[in-house]
């Protein structure tokens, strides 16, 4: 009922403002069917495969007028089947909320350079690495917000200063301070996230952008103490965006953490990636080859200095479904890897079939950054567990059935080693591995229709 209000309400907006701004009605339906056999964790050889079907629905709004705009989406995001109010003749609901307000915010342009965009919101830059919209999940990820934005096309050169700060509207304000209530990190430990971020071109191809980051958590149990972490680095992409051409193209990402931890320690992490690849045939096939490394706490280091410190790296709101290890999803650092970092080496593949048809391949090889500790053996020396932990692979389809429908189908596979296994505690009392065959495999429908459209006459 209150959808289709807003929907209402919208609509007598757009007749009467479109004569003076521009307003678009547009919504997203995306639907995907999962098969998942050892997603996120390698699978037990008894387990059975899971099945089911999760939809994404967005209304979106959006408002332009000279000196202003805005969006308001609206989202419901369910899995098929889970409603939990049901009587013998049919099912009448659920017990629980799944619609909610995805973004919410207004721009106030200053002038043709300057603008400042308020409320919840959608962030990412360059290739996500950091601050990322997550859209892998069905329920995407915004913040809350005030980014300031600054454009200069004639110097190539743009930048966006955001800063936020979280918290619990149930707390209990008592003089300058809350109470004990007013501890966030129950809910999200994040309560601050505040970024610099400057970008600049370098001739056609390329550009060069750099990233401060300063990420607010709260000690534990409390709401006046927080532990702000660093995030410093620079991103170099050379003829590596949707509009690069044929030839060489290079993505690279080289960043420092420092500060403090959330739980207080001192913070001495960094992350490193690149990948190099050649695209020809008129950008029909692009081969590329890549690395990644994550730190992560070395245990053969057993120096009182170095373990004062947090040596692994956080990658905050950063997509990870793209990324370590492939689309099976194995790999949230850092306690998947019993905080020993990353190391994977990928080789990737596409092509397209034909200007609808994208054919992907990607290939990882996943190993522990540092030493990760197993166990003492009979002369009480340290055993540590074996670098190498699993190999992947992903194949993706993708078919643009028109401008408003794509399909993508994808299959990925994983071959975990012994050694992950046992980190996995995939062992049994005999000592026997008990993982069995590991996939996960999904199908997903996206329909983006334009409802209304004032521009259009």
């Known amino acids: 009922m209150r959808t289709r209000l807003l929907f209402l309400s919208a609509l007598m907006v757009a007749f009467i403002f479109s004569a003076n701004a521009q307003f678009t009605i547009d919504a997203q339906y995306r639907v995907r069917a999962q098969a998942l056999h050892g997603y996120k964790t390698p699978a037990k050889v008894d387990a059975d495969a899971a099945f089911h079907v999760g939809q994404r629905t967005r209304l979106n709004l959006n408002y332009k007028a000279e000196k202003y705009e805005t969006k308001l989406s609206l989202q419901d995001v369910r899995t098929w089947g889970d409603a939990d109010i049901v009587n013998a003749t049919g099912v009448l ?21 300057r603008s400042l965009k308020i409320g919840r919101q959608e962030l990412k830059y360059d290739d996500q690495r950091l601050i990322s919209w997550r859209n892998w999940w069905d329920r995407g990820m915004t913040y809350d917000a005030a980014t300031f934005s600054c454009v200069n096309k004639d110097a190539g050169l743009s930048w ?52 401060a980051i300063a990420s607010g958590w709260q000690k534990a149990g409390t709401a006046s103490t927080i532990y702000i972490t660093g995030t410093e680095g620079i991103h170099i992409n050379y003829n590596a965006s949707k509009k690069g051409t044929d030839g060489p193209f290079a993505k690279i990402n080289l960043f420092v953490q420092n500060g403090h931890s959330a739980a207080g320690k001192v913070v001495n992490a960094n992350m490193i990636t690149a990948n190099l690849g050649y695209r020809t045939m008129d950008k029909k096939l692009e081969i590329s080859a ?168």
């Open 93 to 113: 609901g659920k017990s629980y909320g799944t619609f909610d307000i995805y973004e919410a915010w207004f721009k106030l342009k200053f002038d043709d350079k």
């Open 290 to 457: 890549g690395v990644e490394m994550i730190s992560g706490t070395d245990a053969s280091d057993t120096t009182q200095a170095y373990a004062d410190e947090d040596h692994n790296f956080n990658l905050l709101n950063g997509g990870r479904h793209p990324y370590y290890g492939g689309a099976i999803d194995w790999f949230a650092i850092p306690k998947s890897t019993k905080n020993g970092g990353l190391m994977t080496i990928n080789f990737n593949v596409q092509y397209k079939l034909t200007k609808k048809d994208i054919l992907l391949l990607g290939v990882s090889n996943v190993n522990l950054a540092t030493n990760v500790f197993k166990e003492v053996d009979t002369n009480g020396d340290d055993v540590y567990y074996g670098k190498a932990l699993t190999n992947n692979i992903d194949l993706t389809y993708i078919r643009k059935m028109n401008k408003d429908v794509k399909l993508i189908f994808g299959v990925s596979y994983g071959m975990p080693t012994d050694d992950l296994l046992q980190m996995r505690g995939m062992i049994d009392v005999d000592g026997n591995y008990v993982s069995g065959e590991s996939y996960f495999v999904y199908t997903t429908l996206v329909v983006t229709p334009k409802f209304f459209d004032s521009s259009k006459k």
């Open 160 to 211: 966006d200063l955001s800063v936020s700060y979280n918290s619990l509207s149930s707390g209990t304000l008592v003089g300058n301070d809350y109470l004990s209530s007013g501890y966030f990190g129950t809910v999200n430990p994040m309560i601050t996230q505040n970024f610099l971020y400057i970008k600049k071109k370098v001739g056609d191809k390329m550009y060069i952008s750099g990233t």
